[in-house]
């Protein structure tokens, strides 16, 4: 499995808590975080993205209400078992994720028929695809993003 990463785009109109909030609820219902791994504290993935501890707590609240995370004292945060609806998606996360991905589009200069191109090849990707060869968005990783892999030597994160 290769890495996954949550980034936060201050120049988004999608408020910070709300991108935290997507990616991992997606990260979580897609089974890349598993039941039971923790995740970074408040304070950690504060200072990782460079927010403020209320913006990740409030992200943090919200996963709670929707039952996809559970915080405990002395235990942390960990992922909670996928809710028995999990089969059904989240209409506001797809609108956010489909949002971002057509204003980054735009800003590469690719017009409609592209970014519609570039989606049903995603949906569709053919024999040719290989997710071990695909690098994901290439080059060095930005500031303000935290990475998670398999390692469970560091609790699934690092910067």
Do not use: N
């Not at 039941?35 to 504060?46: H, K, W, Y």
């Not at 996928?82 to 800003?107: G, K, N």
């Amino acid at each position: 499995m290769r890495d996954s990463a949550v980034r936060v785009d201050t120049t988004s109109q999608v408020p910070p808590y709300e991108q935290i909030r997507a990616q991992l609820a997606a990260l979580i219902r897609t089974g890349r975080l598993v039941e039971g791994e923790r995740l970074p504290t408040v304070r950690q993935l504060a200072a990782d993205l460079g927010l403020a501890p209320g913006t990740v707590a409030r992200a943090y609240r919200e996963l709670e209400t929707a039952d996809l995370i559970r915080t405990r004292r002395g235990a942390g945060t960990r992922v909670a078992a996928l809710p028995s609806d999990s089969q059904t998606h989240d209409a506001d996360q797809l609108e956010t994720l489909v949002r971002d991905f057509t204003s980054a589009a735009r800003a590469l200069g690719a017009d409609t028929e592209d970014i519609l191109t570039a989606v049903r090849d995603a949906l569709d990707p053919g024999p040719a695809f290989s997710p071990a060869a695909d690098s994901g968005a290439g080059g060095p990783e930005r500031p303000g993003a935290f990475i998670f892999d398999d390692d469970p030597g560091d609790h699934g994160f690092r910067t």
